[in-house]
């Protein structure tokens, strides 16, 4: 997706002139188009990532609108402590967008993964988390950060086209089937494995499939609640711990509305159970986000 939100902020950039754009020294490759639309409102603050969101609270005080960027982990966890205080306790149109969420950086191990991002921010007050899952909801997400003026999260991931079998909602998207007996809800690019299961799978006619992709989720979508309501399974698949992630939040939720439930699987980022480190690709394997686990996931639900 990194790309693709250059390519639209390069374009927001030219059109408002209140924008400032900071980097903790990240976006080769990236960001250059940014750089030259921006002038001297491109800021590249260095290593010194608390420093950058100290200095965006105070031009959003000021009355600019204000984006910080870094990869996920150096943007979130150095800096929780200025985002908690300077931007969401102050309600301050600052966004933070972090690339390559989740497992997102691979190989170079924990340090550079996110599996707990959105439960460390999502808590804070004012604050929006937003976790597209296709290039058109990323670009919809940063039409809808920009508008409300109010503190904001960005996780990018892996970015791809919205397939034609969805249809875009407010909460992200849907794919509605018939004779339902399955509610799937996933959040973010791992949505992509999940569509890669349900085209070879033999019960995919009979699923639900949901894309949210805000947090926090404070109350079910309509259509969600009655999908749930119906088939009375969900499916929750997340590249992120299951605590302060999408499968707490809908199971709560589940349990405030007394939905009746016969049964509920969680399948979330599950770390480092081996104590290695590899791609992506390999840790959606370990933590059974893998297309093929998903799928017999999907089989046990009939």
Same mark, same amino acid.
């Given at each position: 997706?990194?790309?693709?939100?250059? !390519?639209?902020?390069?374009? #927001?950039?030219?059109?408002?002139?209140? #924008?400032? #754009?900071?980097?903790?020294?990240?976006?080769?490759?990236?960001?250059?188009?940014?750089?030259?639309?921006?002038?001297?409102?491109?800021?590249?603050?260095?290593?010194?990532?608390?420093?950058?969101?100290? +200095?965006?609270?105070?031009?959003?005080?000021?009355?600019?609108?204000?984006?910080?960027?870094?990869?996920?982990?150096?943007?979130?966890?150095? &800096?929780?402590?200025?985002?908690?205080?300077?931007? &969401?306790?102050? *309600?301050?149109?600052?966004?933070?967008?972090?690339?390559?969420?989740?497992?997102?950086?691979?190989?170079?191990?924990?340090?550079?993964?996110?599996?707990?991002?959105?439960?460390?921010?999502?808590?804070?007050?004012?604050?929006? &988390?937003?976790?597209?899952?296709?290039?058109?909801?990323?670009?919809?997400?940063?039409?809808?950060?920009?508008?409300?003026?109010?503190?904001?999260?960005?996780?990018?991931?892996?970015? !791809?086209?919205?397939? *034609?079998?969805?249809?875009?909602?407010?909460?992200?998207?849907?794919?509605?089937?018939?004779?339902?007996?399955?509610?799937?809800?996933?959040?973010?690019?791992?949505?992509?494995?999940?569509?890669?299961?349900?085209?070879?799978?033999?019960?995919?006619? !009979?699923?639900?499939?949901?894309?949210?992709?805000?947090?926090?989720?404070?109350?079910?979508?309509?259509?969600?609640? +009655?999908?749930?309501?119906?088939?009375?399974?969900?499916?929750?698949?997340?590249?992120?711990?299951?605590?302060?992630?999408?499968?707490?939040?809908?199971?709560?939720?589940?349990?405030?509305?007394?939905?009746?439930?016969?049964?509920?699987?969680?399948?979330?980022?599950?770390?480092?159970?081996?104590?290695?480190?590899?791609?992506?690709?390999?840790?959606?394997?370990?933590?059974?986000?893998?297309?093929?686990?998903?799928? !017999?996931?999907? *089989?046990? #639900?009939?």
């Amino acid at each position: 997706m990194r790309k693709h939100f250059s !390519k639209y902020i390069e374009q #927001f950039a030219i059109e408002n002139d209140d #924008f400032v #754009f900071i980097t903790g020294d990240l976006g080769y490759k990236a960001l250059e188009g940014v750089a030259q639309n921006l002038g001297n409102r491109f800021i590249n603050a260095g290593v010194a990532e608390q420093n950058m969101i100290g +200095m965006a609270a105070g031009m959003a005080y000021k009355g600019f609108r204000v984006l910080c960027y870094s990869i996920a982990p150096f943007i979130v966890y150095r &800096c929780l402590e200025q985002i908690r205080n300077d931007v &969401c306790f102050h *309600d301050l149109p600052v966004t933070i967008v972090g690339n390559g969420g989740g497992y997102g950086y691979g190989i170079m191990g924990s340090s550079h993964h996110t599996l707990d991002d959105i439960a460390c921010l999502s808590g804070l007050p004012n604050i929006t &988390c937003y976790i597209p899952a296709f290039l058109e909801d990323m670009n919809s997400s940063l039409d809808t950060i920009f508008a409300n003026q109010r503190p904001a999260y960005l996780r990018l991931g892996l970015g !791809k086209n919205i397939p *034609d079998t969805l249809s875009v909602k407010e909460y992200g998207a849907i794919a509605k089937g018939s004779n339902v007996n399955l509610t799937i809800i996933v959040q973010g690019p791992v949505a992509n494995n999940v569509l890669e299961a349900l085209r070879g799978n033999k019960h995919s006619t !009979k699923i639900d499939l949901f894309v949210l992709n805000k947090m926090p989720v404070r109350s079910l979508p309509d259509e969600l609640r +009655m999908s749930i309501e119906r088939t009375k399974k969900a499916l929750v698949v997340e590249e992120h711990i299951t605590v302060g992630g999408l499968g707490s939040a809908i199971s709560l939720l589940i349990n405030e509305g007394a939905l009746p439930l016969q049964k509920f699987v969680s399948l979330r980022a599950e770390g480092y159970p081996n104590g290695l480190f590899g791609s992506q690709t390999y840790h959606y394997e370990v933590s059974g986000l893998d297309s093929k686990n998903i799928s !017999k996931q999907i *089989d046990s #639900f009939f």
